[in-house]
T-cell receptor, first 114, second 115 residues
Framework: DGGITQSPKYLFRKEGQNVTLSCEQN?????MYWYRQDPGQGLRLIYY???????QKGDIAEGYSVSREKKESFPLTVTSAQKNPTAFYLC?????????????FGDGTRLSIL | GDSVTQMEGPVTLSEEAFLTINCTYT??????LFWYVQYPGEGLQLLLK?????DKGSNKGFEATYRKETTSFHLEKGSVQVSDSAVYFC??????????????FGQGTRLTINP
């Protein structure tokens, strides 16, 4: 079955360390997205990519970086510059330039600071 | 800018009760409207959608009607079950000028159904 795989499910980071969250999709979607979810809040967009080797900042990109070297993969790095990284991170994908096709979501990675 | 406002939670109901979760939006264009559901420890799943005014989306006994005159997309279910316990997100969906999909989420409403 096609879908989005995020790994790991739980991740712990020490102060001052960078950490990379994995997101892989086999839906043949062009566009991929990273969201952050905090308790009692909706999802906020961190970065998105419409096509390989291209990506754009979302609403809260500071302290994060991404790459899109392959269509199937869109890893997110949480850098030491992100002062409050503890959150639930969700990756999503969608066909490009289709306003009626919904985004498909992975099961998320929960990041905690030790 | 575009925004979505959802009914404050948490909401607690007994099994077989009637459910309404209110959602209103502000948008400059003509967005699609979605309801997503998030079960504990999981990602979001699309529950239903409506792409234009007066459309009704429905799935698993849930339904919502796109009301342009009241800028609303309230979620309803006639008889809830314990398995409906989850967090529900209303979202506004449109294409940016650059052709990118954008989703604007409400803050989510936690629903608990007691047997």
């Amino acid at each position: 079955d096609g879908g989005i795989t995020q790994s790991p499910k739980y991740l712990f980071r020490k102060e001052g360390q960078n950490v990379t969250l994995s997101c892989e999709q086999n839906l043949n979607h062009d566009a991929m997205y990273w969201y952050r979810q905090d308790p009692g809040q909706g999802l906020r967009l961190i970065y998105y990519s419409q096509i390989v080797n291209d990506f754009q900042k979302g609403d809260i990109a500071e302290g994060y970086s991404v790459s899109r070297e392959k269509k199937e993969s869109f890893p997110l790095t949480v850098t030491s510059a992100q002062k409050n990284p503890t959150a639930f991170y969700l990756c999503a994908s969608s066909p490009r330039q289709s306003s009626n096709q919904p985004q498909h979501f992975g099961d998320g990675t929960r990041l905690s600071i030790l | 800018g575009d925004s979505v406002t959802q009914m404050e939670g948490p909401v607690t109901l007994s099994e077989e009760a009637f459910l309404t979760i209110n959602c209103t939006y502000t948008a400059t264009g003509y967005p699609s409207l979605f309801w997503y559901v998030q079960y504990p420890g999981e990602g979001l799943q699309l529950l239903l959608k409506a792409t234009k005014a007066d459309d009704k989306g429905s799935n698993k006994g849930f339904e919502a009607t796109y009301r342009k005159e009241t800028t609303s997309f309230h979620l309803e279910k006639g008889s809830v079950q314990v398995s409906d316990s989850a967090v529900y997100f209303c979202a506004l969906h449109y294409l940016s000028i650059q052709g990118a999909q954008k989703l604007v989420f409400g803050q989510g409403t936690r629903l608990t159904i007691n047997p």
